[in-house]
């Protein structure tokens, strides 16, 4: 059977280190046969590149230019875009380093056969913890601003009744996306919006009418809760509220 060439791609940062042992270990134990991984770390400086190499991993790094954090985890996203490109992978796992997905994710989300296919995984902690997903496709496709798109909210239930979805946005923490789409789509931001490259990219999608889906029986587990807590030394107050 040909399987279709695989990178699994990771920005990260030295703050996220808290759990990195249970994330490397897990993506190491995938079960898809034919991935490799790429890990683009932002940190302020080369030494944690040096700590992920030493764990096996494949490794660039981008350097702060002075432009705020925002637009440097978007460098480290267009970096692990850019190595799936030149290096002709067929599709890209785009996975966040604190969240920690099924070993069979990869085969499972291919399975569905679209070119965008997300996993579910929570955004928040506490009370206010929520689905990351935005917009069903069933609401009006008419919306003018990814502004007024509100979560799934009380509706949490009846998305997840085993069957694919197609969303507005779902993160880019755990998605599968075909090559084409990354040819097309690079990520970026914009330096008058204070949004994240994730939210660009679902923005772009939409305005293309590129269908993102989602399939809500593959959840992952987001080990996010203390990230803030853990960011004090490294970010400053102005930059952990963007």
Known sequence: ??????????????????????????????TYPNYEVYISDNSDTKD?????????????????????????INESHNACRNYALQNDFEYMLHLESDVIPPIDVI????????????AVYDIFHGKERRAMIQMPEEVDRAVKSFLTIDYLGGKEPLFFD????????A??????????????????????????????FATDCFE?????YADPTVTCEHLNSTWLD?????????DKNK
């Open 171 to 200: 993160g880019i923490g755990c998605i599968l996306i075909k090559r084409d789409i990354l040819q097309k789509i690079p990520f970026r931001v914009d330096s008058s919006v204070d949004l994240h490259s994730d939210t660009w």
């Open 230 to 238: 853990k960011t004090d030394k490294f970010f400053t107050k102005e």
């Open 107 to 118: 085969e499972r989300l291919m399975a569905n056969r679209v070119r965008i296919c997300s």
């Open 1 to 30: 059977m040909d399987y279709p060439k695989v990178l699994v791609a990771t920005p990260q940062h030295e703050s996220k280190n808290y759990c990195w042992e249970q994330w490397s270990e897990r993506v190491k134990n995938l």
């Open 208 to 212: 293309r009418n590129v269908a993102i």
């Open 48 to 72: 944690n590149m040096r700590f992920i190499k030493k764990d096996g991993f494949s490794a660039g790094y981008v350097k702060d230019k002075g432009e705020g954090l925002v637009p440097r």
């Open 162 to 169: 085993g069957s694919l979805k197609r969303v507005y946005h």
